[in-house]
């Protein structure tokens, strides 16, 4: 429902102006990441949810990149010769620790672990986005014309699709990225586990993410279709600038990141567990729950307010995630399209 219309795009500029968005994204948020992973492991590295996850990150085990709109997981296979693993410094903010981190280990390290979660990161994003803008022109051609319906039906959507269709490809960047297999022994390592566990193997955690993923990405296209529009209406404008996305971005992600971070809460539990198992080797966390089970738990143990830790760092993470994406997308959008004229 952008007010830049689809039509005077190729799928092929869609497609480049969201790749574009991913890289420039987490060029801006890597470094918060690394920093904000530092800071909680100085502070409390087993506090409540964080606990397992801080854990295997301490071990040198994997490196998580989040752009906002999605995460992935980094895997490796000895930490402690990885940049961006170090015993962390004693730092006293966020400010003390970008310096400190440059001084003591290089600003590279800022940016450590980006290129094979890129590798993951764009495709989904062009699919994510290209498809959200392709329904949304579908679905205004549509004998019924719902505009107030269309962010909504076309964001779930998209994101359902993006979401299902890399959810195999994950497990098997994973594999690569860990055991270090050749395509011969991933094969026979995959069909095993397909062999055993069934093809529903190839999705494990997909309901939880699902579940946070969808409903996150419905309230955010709602939000942001509307303050966009409102914004426009109050600047005169018929195209959104710079501005208006940047600002519809960050206040359309940071309301839904609230609201389902209690989704969010559960992944990292189930993404924890699968990593323990992967590289960790544990049989403490065997047992696979429902994500209503893991609610329960984590309320009986921490009560409600359990479902909303990490709520601060992810908004300091999704809010300028969400601007930058986006307000990238849209003027890469405008510019093929006034190339196009």
Same mark, same amino acid.
């Given at each position: 429902?952008?007010?830049?219309?689809?039509?005077?795009?190729?799928?092929?500029?869609?497609? *480049? /102006?969201?790749?574009?968005?991913?890289?420039?994204?987490?060029?801006? &948020?890597? $470094? %918060?990441?690394?920093? +904000? !992973?530092?800071?909680?492991?100085?502070?409390?590295?087993?506090?409540?949810?964080?606990?397992?996850?801080?854990?295997?990150?301490?071990?040198?085990?994997?490196?998580?990149?989040?752009?906002?709109?999605?995460?992935?997981?980094?895997?490796?296979?000895?930490?402690?010769?990885?940049?961006?693993?170090?015993?962390?410094?004693?730092?006293?903010?966020?400010?003390?620790?970008?310096?400190?981190?440059?001084?003591?280990?290089?600003?590279?390290?800022?940016?450590?672990?980006?290129?094979?979660?890129?590798?993951?990161?764009?495709?989904?994003?062009?699919?994510?986005?290209?498809?959200?803008?392709?329904?949304?022109?579908?679905?205004?051609?549509?004998?019924?014309?719902?505009?107030?319906?269309?962010?909504? *039906? /076309?964001?779930?959507?998209?994101?359902?699709?993006?979401?299902?269709? &890399?959810? $195999? %490809?994950?497990?098997? +960047? !994973?594999?690569?990225?860990?055991?270090?297999?050749?395509?011969?022994?991933?094969?026979?390592?995959?069909?095993?586990?397909?062999?055993?566990?069934?093809?529903?193997?190839?999705?494990?955690?997909?309901?939880?993410?699902?579940?946070?993923?969808?409903?996150?990405?419905?309230?955010?296209?709602?939000?942001?279709?509307?303050?966009?529009?409102?914004?426009?209406?109050?600047?005169?404008?018929?195209?959104?600038?710079?501005?208006?996305?940047?600002?519809?971005?960050?206040?359309?992600?940071?309301?839904?990141?609230?609201?389902?971070?209690?989704?969010?809460?559960?992944?990292?539990?189930?993404?924890?567990?699968?990593?323990?198992?992967?590289?960790?080797?544990?049989?403490?966390?065997?047992?696979?729950?429902?994500?209503?089970?893991?609610?329960?738990?984590?309320?009986?143990?921490?009560?409600?307010?359990?479902?909303?830790?990490?709520?601060?760092?992810?908004?300091?993470?999704?809010?300028?995630?969400?601007?930058?994406?986006?307000?990238?997308?849209?003027?890469?959008?405008?510019?093929?399209?006034?190339?196009?004229?």
């Amino acid at each position: 429902m952008s007010n830049i219309s689809i039509q005077k795009l190729t799928i092929v500029q869609q497609a *480049i /102006a969201s790749c574009c968005g991913a890289i420039i994204t987490s060029l801006f &948020v890597t $470094p %918060l990441d690394v920093v +904000k !992973t530092r800071l909680q492991a100085q502070s409390n590295p087993f506090h409540k949810a964080l606990t397992i996850f801080l854990y295997t990150i301490l071990l040198g085990k994997s490196f998580v990149y989040s752009s906002g709109l999605m995460d992935h997981v980094y895997v490796c296979e000895n930490g402690d010769s990885k940049a961006w693993y170090k015993k962390p410094g004693r730092f006293k903010g966020t400010l003390d620790a970008f310096v400190k981190i440059i001084q003591t280990e290089g600003i590279k390290t800022l940016w450590s672990g980006l290129l094979p979660t890129l590798i993951m990161a764009i495709p989904t994003t062009v699919i994510y986005f290209t498809c959200y803008d392709q329904l949304c022109e579908a679905l205004k051609n549509g004998p019924e014309k719902h505009d107030e319906h269309i962010p909504v *039906i /076309a964001g779930s959507l998209s994101r359902f699709g993006s979401t299902t269709v &890399v959810g $195999p %490809l994950e497990l098997i +960047k !994973t594999q690569m990225q860990y055991r270090r297999l050749s395509y011969k022994q991933l094969y026979l390592c995959i069909s095993t586990k397909v062999a055993v566990d069934g093809w529903s193997s190839l999705w494990r955690g997909w309901t939880s993410t699902i579940l946070r993923d969808v409903p996150f990405s419905a309230m955010y296209w709602y939000n942001y279709e509307r303050f966009k529009k409102m914004m426009c209406k109050e600047v005169g404008a018929n195209e959104p600038t710079f501005f208006v996305s940047f600002t519809s971005g960050a206040t359309s992600g940071s309301i839904a990141a609230v609201t389902t971070q209690p989704f969010d809460v559960v992944k990292t539990h189930r993404q924890t567990q699968l990593w323990e198992n992967e590289t960790l080797k544990s049989k403490l966390l065997r047992d696979s729950k429902s994500t209503w089970a893991i609610m329960r738990t984590i309320v009986a143990s921490n009560g409600i307010t359990g479902l909303f830790a990490g709520i601060t760092p992810r908004l300091f993470k999704v809010a300028p995630a969400c601007a930058i994406m986006i307000s990238t997308y849209e003027y890469g959008k405008s510019f093929f399209s006034h190339l196009n004229e």
